[in-house]
């Protein structure tokens, strides 16, 4: 007999999935947004660079102990790594892969750091303009985090 808490995976539990690769992404768009090299963040997790390229492909999954330990290094919530996760297709999108390619220039990382650093105010006057200047007519809650 079954047990009825017993719950089946429809795919093989040794491959990677697209939330595997949704959280590489995240991962990714975090240690851009810090500024980290993969080797420094490797360093820190006891891994290669290596193997930080597989989790951000998203080829190799992370556990829940690297992942609460990625958490840490970048002072972020582990629930920063699912949001979206939840929906039906967690295939990254088109637009989170842009803003990772670049939160990864240097262009992206001297908007991101002077971005940081203004106000959350300034941060929402800003968003609103170039939600603007896009003809972005995304009505989105402006209101960011200090």
């Known amino acids: 007999m079954e047990n009825v808490n017993t719950v089946h995976l429809a795919h093989n539990p040794r491959r ?5 690769a949704v959280i590489g992404a995240r ?8 500024g980290l090299s993969q080797t420094i963040v490797a360093e820190q997790l006891g891994v290669t660079f290596q ?12 556990s829940a102990a690297t992942l609460h330990n990625i958490s840490l290094i970048f002072g972020l919530p582990i ?4 949001d979206d996760v ?12 842009r803003q990772v390619d670049l939160a990864m220039t240097k262009r992206g990382q001297k908007l991101l750091g002077v971005f940081q650093r203004a106000s959350p ?8 303009l170039l939600q603007a200047a896009a003809g972005s007519g995304d009505d989105e809650d402006l209101e960011l985090d200090e």
Do not use: C
């Open 79 to 82: 629930t920063f790594f699912f």
């Open 51 to 62: 193997q930080i390229q597989k989790y951000e492909k998203g080829s190799n999954r992370i």
């Open 27 to 34: 991962l990714r768009l975090a240690r851009a947004n810090a």
């Open 16 to 20: 990677t999935t697209d939330v595997d």
């Open 121 to 128: 105010k300034l941060q929402a006057s800003i968003v609103a």
């Open 86 to 97: 939840g929906k039906a297709d967690v295939a990254p999108n088109q637009a989170l892969e």
